[in-house]
């Protein structure tokens, strides 16, 4: 992205909610709603400022009400409207799946292309913070698993505006799904690695395209969201002990950049994936699959670090036990040497 | 609020049209069907929720309706699409998984798609209410004109989807009207079996907004409530709640058999068939002859007729166009 314009370092939030006022002020049929998303600004504080800017018609507060107002914005995007829509936790997924995948994903299918959904539904993920297992969930595999809604899980705030904006401007039901631990919300401990130079101008990060945030040669670190961060300063370790990592950063789920993610691995011939989703049927197993189906010639059996298949523990002692980290990445890189 | 001559013939012609569809419809989907009944077989395979004796629902609303209005149906959708003015080749074309179809196949009987007309259904009881809330809205925010109409059948007001729907469109005062087509049974359980209250339009109640009930599957009373509660909606008076006791013909699918229907009830209903007495009170009223209906009904089964030659001359798409449109 070139641009002549200022950058200034956002949070994921903040630039959530500048790519969102952006697309707004450029576009009537945008509106945003959901639980707490208007003078509060979002419990997050992805809608800040909206409401005072574009006032209680488009930037509507619901009830607590996922499935009225989840069902409600697929049949105002179907009507020529531009919805973005807020389920408060993916935790919360269980109440109004429904209008999720049976109705948002595949109205477009069903009608052989003619119906568009082109929606966003934003999403806060993961845990970190004692918030036990309703509150602290990833689910990325669950979303990504199911056909006709695209997926985008931004790890800095850079990419969090641009595919923000694809998003918004995409004819297809994006799925934004936001790790709070990038939020910048102090109160949720904050990986200010998230925290980057953004440009004051509207752009779009392509969907669909995943991104080498360090290039390197003995080892491809593949993760999304929070992972990516983990990823860094496990790379950063292991360059102390001699080890050249890259990290691929996937950004989108839906679609999944395979190619760049085999591209890496043909070069660095090793292959972790860390994931803070449960670790089996996931994004750790498609990844994986992705790369051996396609070339097995590896150094190494690949392996993954992701979060036990075990709901999540309240304890703070228990949740970061469970938790991938940057030592958890490291000590699987050993063992995959010990192994060879 | 009474009907012209017009819009009485136009709802008689609906109906009529409706249940020659459903007849056919039932006679081609049990072609290779026998002598042992398997779903997958035949020209229509699948799951088919024959709308025979609902017709009075769907023709009474509608008349109140036009293309620009939004209507999301249920998986027993027929008799509305009709009404609604789904382009009836591509209907047919797409129960019977053609080319020509709707979506070209991938959709079937369940998912009927006609962005033309505003229209859509879904397979999932209560699923469509959502959605007719957010058109409502949409329609609210453009300030365009037009009116969502969420039909469901009398098991989905059991549903959260139905209170919380109902609770979203008084809250936001949306231009949407809500019918329950009721017809006393939910597969094979019977309404009083399910639902606290023996009518559910009394929930209206408790969202602040007001509930017709229609009985005895009327047709002209199905015309005065719709009307009633569309106008209010065109006013920007916000959503209505409509029960309408119907009546299911059919079962709740092909191969239903239905044994648990107290004795005679088929019989009783059948003998309560709204095309019939509609045709009767028609006449008596001089509205149509025996002529004019001989004729009206030839053309309606020549509609009919002209969209099943229409499918089954069509081809299937190649099976790989499964792969398109997941995304546009």
């Known amino acids: 992205m070139t641009t002549t314009t200022a950058t200034r370092k956002l949070t994921i939030a903040r630039a959530m909610a500048e790519a969102t006022a952006q697309e707004m002020r450029a576009d009537p049929s945008v509106f945003v709603m959901g639980e707490d998303v208007g003078p509060l600004g979002g419990v997050f504080g992805n809608t800040r400022g909206l409401h005072d800017e574009f006032g209680p018609e488009r930037v509507r507060d619901t009830p607590i009400s996922e499935t009225a107002f989840i069902g409600a914005a697929v ?51 993961g845990g970190g913070y004692s918030d036990a297992g309703q509150h602290s969930q990833c689910l990325y595999g669950t979303f990504a698993h199911l056909p006709g809604m695209k997926v985008v899980v931004p790890s800095n705030a850079y990419d969090a505006k641009g595919l923000m904006t ?92 395979r190619e760049t993610v085999r591209a890496s691995v043909a070069k660095t011939g090793r292959l972790i994936v860390v994931d803070e989703d449960y670790h089996s049927f996931g994004v750790s197993g498609e990844i994986i699959a992705s790369v051996v189906e396609h070339d097995h010639r590896l150094k190494s059996a690949p392996a993954r670090v992701a979060y036990p298949d075990i709901p999540i523990p309240f304890a703070p002692t228990m949740e970061q036990w469970a938790l991938p980290d940057a030592d958890k990445i490291v000590a699987a890189f050993h063992q995959m040497l010990l192994n060879d | ?67 620009d209005d939004v209507v999301t ?176 013909l059919a079962g709740h699918f092909m191969g239903d058999g239905e044994d648990y229907r107290p004795e005679g009830e088929k019989d009783g209903l059948k003998a309560r068939d709204p095309i019939p007495r509609y045709r009767a009170a028609l006449l008596e009223a001089g509205l149509l002859d025996e002529a004019g209906d001989a004729s009206l009904v030839a053309e309606a089964r020549e509609r009919v007729e002209a969209a099943i030659r229409f499918a089954q001359d069509s081809e299937f798409l190649p099976p790989e166009a499964a792969l398109d449109t997941v995304f546009v």
């Open chain 1, 75 to 125: 049949g105002a995007a179907s009507d020529g409207m531009r919805p973005v829509v807020e389920l408060m936790f993916v935790d919360f997924f269980g109440v109004c799946m429904d209008a999720i995948y049976n109705l948002m994903a595949k109205n477009t299918y069903f009608s052989g292309g003619r119906v568009k959904v082109p929606m966003v539904l934003m999403t806060s993920t």
């Open chain 2, 1 to 67: 609020m009474q009907p012209t001559r017009e819009q009485r013939l136009w709802m008689y012609r609906q109906m009529v049209t409706s249940r020659h569809l459903e007849e056919r419809i039932e006679t081609l989907y049990m072609e290779g069907k026998t002598p042992v009944f398997n779903m997958a077989k035949g020209p229509i395979p699948g799951e088919m929720h024959l709308s025979n004796g609902q017709e009075p629902c769907a023709a009474g609303v509608c008349a109140h309706l036009t293309a």
């Open chain 1, 166 to 257: 694809a998003a918004i401007r995409d004819d297809n039901p994006v799925v934004f799904m936001y790790h709070k631990a990038l939020q910048g919300m102090g109160w949720l401990g904050t990986e200010k690695g998230a925290t980057v130079p953004v440009p004051e101008e509207a752009y779009t990060v392509e969907i669909g395209k995943a991104a080498v945030v360090r290039e390197g040669r003995d080892l491809t670190l593949v993760s999304l969201g929070a992972g990516v961060h983990h990823c860094l300063r496990a790379a950063g370790a292991l360059e102390d002990e001699g080890f050249d990592v890259e990290v691929v950063d996937l950004r989108s789920l839906v679609p999944l950049d």
């Open chain 2, 73 to 248: 149906a249920t998986h027993r959708p027929h008799h509305i699409a009709v009404a609604k003015g789904v382009d009836l080749d591509a209907m047919v074309a797409e129960i019977f998984g053609k080319a020509t179809g709707l979506a070209g196949g991938r959709g079937g009987h369940m998912h009927l798609f006609d962005e033309r007309v505003n229209f859509s259904c879904s397979g999932i009881i209560g699923e469509g209410l959502g959605p007719a809330v957010g058109a409502a809205l949409s329609r609210k925010m453009q300030g365009k004109p037009g009116v969502a109409v969420a039909f469901l059948g009398e098991g989905a007001a059991n549903q959260g989807a139905f209170h919380e729907a109902l609770n979203l469109a008084a809250v936001w005062q949306l231009p949407v009207v809500f019918v329950i087509e009721d017809n006393a049974w939910g597969i094979s359980v019977a309404k009083q079996a399910s639902t606290a209250v023996p009518r559910n339009d009394r929930r209206a109640a408790a969202y602040g907004m007001p509930g017709h009930h229609v009985a005895d599957n009327d047709v002209e009373g199905v015309f005065a409530a719709a009307g009633e509660a569309i106008a209010r909606a065109r006013e920007g008076q916000g959503p209505s709640l409509i029960e309408i006791e119907t009546a299911r």
